[in-house]
Nanobody, 119 residues
Framework: QVQLVESGGGLVQPGGSLRLSCAASGSFVSMNAMAWYRQAAGKARELVAAISSSGVTNYADSVKGRFAISRDNAKNTVYLQMNSLNPEDTAVYYC?????????????WGQGTQVTVSS
């Protein structure tokens, strides 16, 4: 099994910044794509940013130019640097990882971390 533990959420004022971290641990052969999703109250979960094992990135249009995803493969950790935050970014942010365990590549999710942007 793979465990994903997120940290770095909290309350921030509009225009501020936060950095989320997600560390993967457990038994796996390889860690493939990693990503951040978010779910605002009453809305569906949406992809925020993703990064492949080789470092290719993809962003939702709503966060392009403000957020940056990165990863440290040696630490099996993915980060999300969030700048110029606005109230519409308020949501629970979830870490996602596709990990190969044994024969199969399977999806794993973190427990979520709350990000609240408010004055």
């Amino acid at each position: 099994q793979v465990q994903l533990v997120e940290s770095g959420g909290g309350l921030v004022q509009p225009g501020g910044s936060l950095r989320l971290s997600c560390a993967a641990s457990g038994s796996f052969v390889s860690m493939n794509a990693m990503a951040w999703y978010r779910q605002a109250a009453g809305k569906a979960r949406e992809l925020v940013a993703a990064i492949s094992s080789s470092g290719v990135t993809n962003y939702a249009d709503s966060v392009k130019g403000r957020f940056a995803i990165s990863r440290d493969n040696a630490k099996n950790t993915v980060y999300l640097q969030m700048n110029s935050l606005n109230p519409e970014d308020t949501a629970v942010y979830y870490c996602y990882a596709a990990a190969t365990t044994g024969t199969w590549t399977r999806p794993f999710w973190g427990q979520g971390t709350q990000v609240t942007v408010s004055s």
